[in-house]
């Protein structure tokens, strides 16, 4: 009498593809999985497609293959699967390609035929609008073919896409365009985490303020060239290394209200210098996100010493206190900065960061305060609050009249140290903030 093999169950199949480390072990075993039998081709196909990485100069096969062999019954299904895809470039070679080959027509095409796609990371891809002449011939003929076309421009226009996050690097391209940004967003209705990393636009914003330069753009080109419709839950601005990144962002969140309507998180991280242009306009965002925001990060350094702080200060920082909705607060702190030391004024760090924390709203619950920076220039700060009037002890009665505060932990890393500061910095914070301490809550690291 014949026998047959019995199948292995479909969720041992499953238990057994979920043990596969290792991009490429995985990429090989599931590969096979896929081609070695139909009981495991499923699996294997899911988990193979889950993921789709791609260099920038690869891109363009890659809408050959999603575009031109859709006639072939699995291709849909397969990219079915995708739920990330990621496209990377590295060196002179990849940005040639993404100037040539990559319009950022391309994205919504790309995005169109991944219908469960959750992640899109664009690392080192400036995308930009490019001549269509510079195209190569597989991609003019997918943005000429009349059925995607129409599909991309029912993208552009109403912001058809929903993700779970999306990050943007811009390393090596801070030049990329603003309004080509702007346009990016646009291409959402929804994004629930939004990270943005290393942007500049130093070519639109050189020479002039970006929030200046927005509002310049919008009334001379009108204002829907500067407005978004997009929904972000929660936002992310890491290593700008110049300010016209994370203020043009800000800004144009400050003029489109409802894309931040729904924002619960908000952190501006990674960066060595925070100038008074970024606060200002953090200050301007808040009343609008009143009652959602329940995150915030962001920093101050010795720049807040300079004229121009003071001068401003008192009116821009009672607005965090409207952000009723407030729970957890991540501040930087970085003292030492060697072109403010000869500033006038410039041992007012830590009286501005007594002020900023003096007004925070009632509920919040946990405080975490990161000093960095030079230490000797840290113990002339702190001491210097106190000199000028009640500083630290009005901060510590502050802090232990907040009922539902459970937490103040202050990190300090220093790169310096000078025999001569013969003070524990940590133990003058402590004795300081004497009443937090007993309080139980405070935590120095």
């Known amino acids: 009498?014949?026998?047959?093999?019995?199948?292995?169950?479909?969720?041992?199949?499953?238990?057994?593809?979920?043990?596969?480390?290792g991009d490429n072990a995985a990429s090989t075993t599931f590969r096979a999985m896929a081609e070695v039998c139909t009981t495991w081709a499923s699996t294997g196909q899911s988990r193979l497609f889950r993921t789709i990485r791609r260099r920038v100069s690869r891109i363009a096969r890659l809408v050959e293959v999603l575009?031109?062999?859709?006639?072939?019954?699995?291709?849909?299904?397969?990219?079915g699967y995708t739920q990330t895809l990621w496209i990377w470039g590295h060196g002179a070679e990849d940005a040639q390609s993404a100037v040539e080959l990559i319009p950022m027509e391309i994205i919504p095409l790309l995005l169109s035929k991944l219908p469960n796609l959750?992640?899109?990371?664009?690392?080192?891809?400036?995308?930009?609008?490019?001549?269509?002449?510079?195209?190569?011939?597989?991609?003019?003929?997918v943005l000429n073919d009349g059925s995607a076309i129409a599909e991309h421009h029912a993208a552009r226009g109403h912001g058809q896409f929903v993700l779970d996050r999306v990050r943007v690097d811009y390393t090596d391209y801070e030049e990329s365009s603003f309004l080509h940004f702007v346009a990016f967003l646009n291409l959402f209705a929804e994004i629930s985490a939004l990270e943005v990393c290393k942007a500049a636009f130093r070519d639109d914003f050189f020479g002039g303020e970006p929030r200046e330069t927005i509002e310049s753009v919008a009334a001379t080109r009108g204002a829907e060239v500067v407005s978004v419709g997009v929904t972000i839950r929660t936002l992310t601005l890491q290593d700008l290394e110049w300010i016209t990144g994370d203020v043009a962002v800000l800004s144009l969140l400050v003029r489109n209200p409802s894309a931040v309507a729904a924002l619960t998180s908000l952190r501006l991280?990674?960066?060595?210098?925070?100038?008074?242009?970024?606060?200002?306009?953090?200050?301007?965002?808040?009343?609008?996100?009143?009652?959602?925001?329940?995150?915030?990060?962001f920093g101050i350094s010795e720049e807040a010493g300079t004229p121009r702080w003071p001068l401003k200060w008192d009116e821009t920082v009672p607005r965090l206190s409207s952000v009723l909705s407030l729970q957890s607060l991540t501040l930087h702190i970085h003292a030492g900065d060697v072109w403010a030391t000869s500033m006038a004024n410039n041992n007012r760090l830590w009286t501005r960061v007594?002020?900023?924390?003096?007004?925070?709203?009632?509920?919040?619950?946990?405080?975490?305060?990161?000093?960095?920076?030079?230490?000797?220039?840290?113990?002339?700060?702190?001491?210097a609050c106190d000199l000028e009037?009640?500083?630290?002890?009005?901060?510590?009665?502050?802090?232990?009249?907040?009922?539902?505060?459970?937490?103040?932990?202050v990190d300090m890393t220093f790169n310096s140290f000078n025999s001569v500061f013969v003070v524990d910095p940590q133990v003058m914070v402590q004795q300081a903030l004497r009443k937090t301490s007993l309080k139980g809550i405070l935590f120095i690291r």
């Open 1 to 21: 009498m014949p026998t047959t093999t019995p199948s292995l169950p479909f969720e041992l199949i499953e238990a057994i593809a979920g043990n596969i480390t």
């Open 67 to 79: 575009y031109h062999d859709e006639g072939r019954r699995h291709i849909a299904r397969v990219f």
């Open 118 to 141: 959750r992640t899109l990371d664009l690392g080192r891809f400036p995308f930009r609008k490019a001549a269509l002449a510079r195209r190569p011939p597989m991609i003019v003929d």
């Open 269 to 297: 991280t990674g960066m060595q210098s925070y100038q008074f242009a970024q606060f200002e306009v953090l200050c301007d965002l808040m009343p609008h996100l009143a009652c959602v925001l329940t995150e915030l990060e």
């Open 354 to 383: 007594v002020s900023l924390l003096t007004h925070l709203p009632p509920h919040v619950t946990h405080i975490h305060l990161v000093i960095s920076g030079r230490l000797q220039d840290f113990i002339t700060q702190f001491r």
């Open 389 to 409: 009037g009640p500083g630290n002890r009005l901060l510590d009665d502050f802090l232990i009249g907040m009922e539902r505060l459970q937490s103040v932990i």
